[in-house]
């Protein structure tokens, strides 16, 4: 069984300088990496003899409108089915700047789904191959989940909402 | 529409060549009968043989991502009902288990197994639709009807549980609304009886059915490599012959009590998949009786007064619980800090949420993983140089649906 420190130090050991804040929130290993060696650190979790972490789970993204620097962010979850275990590792990238390597040349089911994470965040997956809107049309010009955008139109009169939603 | 012109040009007789090299477009979807559902496959034919595929989704794209960051988290349930509406209550279950991994809170033993059954009679109906209606585009509707009336039986079961049959919002935070009744109980004990009848008779008109085969064996087959990588999961990962059931590597709801099989598949084509989601139906069917045999005493709800909605007759009497029931329904109790994946085995695959919360009632993020969506993507491969009633068959095996694929 493999557990979360014997894999924190293999990637310690090659990755070391660029993983930062780890923990295990309910004991899930999560670290942040930088966007400038996560191809290179997929790769290296996924060739590995004993992890074998093959399988993306999942990718989205998140607004941290605070974080001034590293608004936007990528978090992936890998699992390996040989191991039965899993991972979240997480990338910031500015708001201004919001570009990110895309994980296409290793897994196939990050295609739409880095297109669902540009459609409504707008973050840039540079070597997609066909980086467009998914689920959004494409006349829109603004990437909805992100945070300054509210869930209705703020000009409503006819609705008094103080004591409903966020 | 795209004339191949470049060979016409030079060709000795430019009218024959123009119309060998001449493809068709057709638009399959986005309403359309056979893809039971709203998406849209733009295919470039050439002749019956098909060329190319681009896909376009979201069609009822309903922002459940943003609509999820503005509610308290109890109000989330009814909006999970809508993902795979075929199978909600395994959509509600799995919400409530990933908030109860969030607050901490302990299930009663009763609730898991209640719940048990619920996910399993959801997965049954989930594989009912997906095999009949495969059964419906090769051209064989009786079994499709047959096994509805199970369907309905099913649904008269969770009219007993919560009240509701297609959307159920089944369930609470911390347990179940109700405990399970004598009626129910005597309607689970009927189904128990009947189904296994009426699944018989479904699979002797299928299995060995010569045309059936003919139209399902061997079609649409996806190795287990290409798969994975495609992030297949569910009944048609295992039918490429990978036994990854979130049941059994991460057991919730107590499913590590239940003794039941994983059924794979060797070459993952449609065929594979049709056996594999009917050998599952009786596993599941194996899985509601040993947990209504051995259904434990102890409650049906969590001691968690502030997130477990109190009983509406103790509202009326009770002090605490009028006001605890104020604050829930209000939403004014705030969740803890901290993130959180959990996942669960939907009809269609794995179904997970990763929500992120801030310390506030609703939360920060909330990403649902959405099986259908990550696997659809392969679609436009594997149609590749298929024919296109092949085609139709293979979509309807794969068992998409579309308000789960749009989100």
Known sequence: MLTNEQVLADINSKFGDYVTDVADPFGMLTFTTTREKLVDLFRYLYDHKEFQYQFLTTLCGIHYPDQVGRELGVVYHLHSLVQNHRIRIKTFVSIDNPLVPTLTGIYNSANWQERETYDFFGIEFTGHPDLRRIMNVDEMDYFPLRKEYPLEDQQRRDKDDRMFGR | ?407
Request: aromatic share 12%; with cysteine.
């Open chain 2, 1 to 407: 529409m795209d004339y191949n012109l470049a060979t016409a040009a030079t060709a000795p007789d430019k009218e024959l060549v123009h119309y060998v090299n001449e493809l068709t477009t057709i638009n399959l979807g986005p309403t359309h009968p056979a893809t039971h559902g709203v998406f849209q496959n733009v295919l470039k034919m050439d002749g019956e043989k098909i060329v190319s595929a681009d896909t376009t989704v979201g069609y009822i794209h309903r922002a459940f991502e943003k609509l999820a960051e503005h509610r308290p988290l109890y109000q989330i349930t009814p909006i999970t009902d809508r993902l795979n509406y075929c199978s909600s209550p395994i959509n509600n279950m799995g919400w409530h288990m990933t908030v109860e991994k969030l607050l901490g809170v302990q299930v009663p033993k009763r609730a898991q197994y209640i719940r048990v059954i619920m996910m399993e009679l959801a997965r049954i109906s989930d594989h009912i639709i997906c095999n009949s209606i495969l059964g419906v585009d090769t051209g064989a509707f009786t079994g499709f009807l047959y096994v509805f009336q199970m369907r309905e039986k099913i649904y008269e079961i969770y009219e007993e549980i919560c009240g509701t049959r297609l959307t159920t919002n089944m369930g609470r935070l911390g347990g179940m609304e109700r405990d399970l009744n004598e009626r129910a109980i005597t309607k689970l004990r009927a189904f128990l009886k009947e189904f296994p009848v009426v699944l018989q008779e479904f699979i002797d008109l299928f299995e060995r059915n010569r045309i059936f085969m003919d139209r399902t064996l061997g079609v649409g087959a996806i190795s287990a490599e290409m798969a994975l990588n495609y992030g297949f999961t569910g009944p048609n990962l295992r039918a490429a012959g990978v036994d990854y059931d979130v049941r059994v590597h991460e057991p919730y709801s107590s499913y590590e009590d239940f003794k039941f099989e994983i059924p794979v598949g060797t070459i993952g084509c449609t065929y594979d998949r049709f056996l594999v989601r009917n050998e599952e139906m009786w596993q599941s069917v194996s899985i509601i009786q040993q947990a209504l045999d051995n259904l434990p005493n102890d409650g049906f709800a969590a001691d968690a007064e502030h997130y477990y909605l109190p009983p509406k007759q103790e509202v009326y009497r009770s002090m605490e619980a009028l006001i605890y029931h104020f604050k829930i329904v209000m939403g004014e109790i705030d969740a803890p800090v901290g993130e959180v994946y959990h996942s669960v085995e939907g009809g269609n695959g794995e179904l997970g949420f990763y929500l992120v919360s801030d310390g506030g009632r609703a939360p920060y993020r909330l990403h649902f993983r959405r099986p259908c969506f990550i696997y659809y993507q392969a679609y436009p491969e594997m149609i590749k140089d298929m024919v296109l009633s092949d085609a139709i068959v293979l979509l309807s095996s794969m068992n998409v649906i579309a308000g789960e694929l749009d989100g």
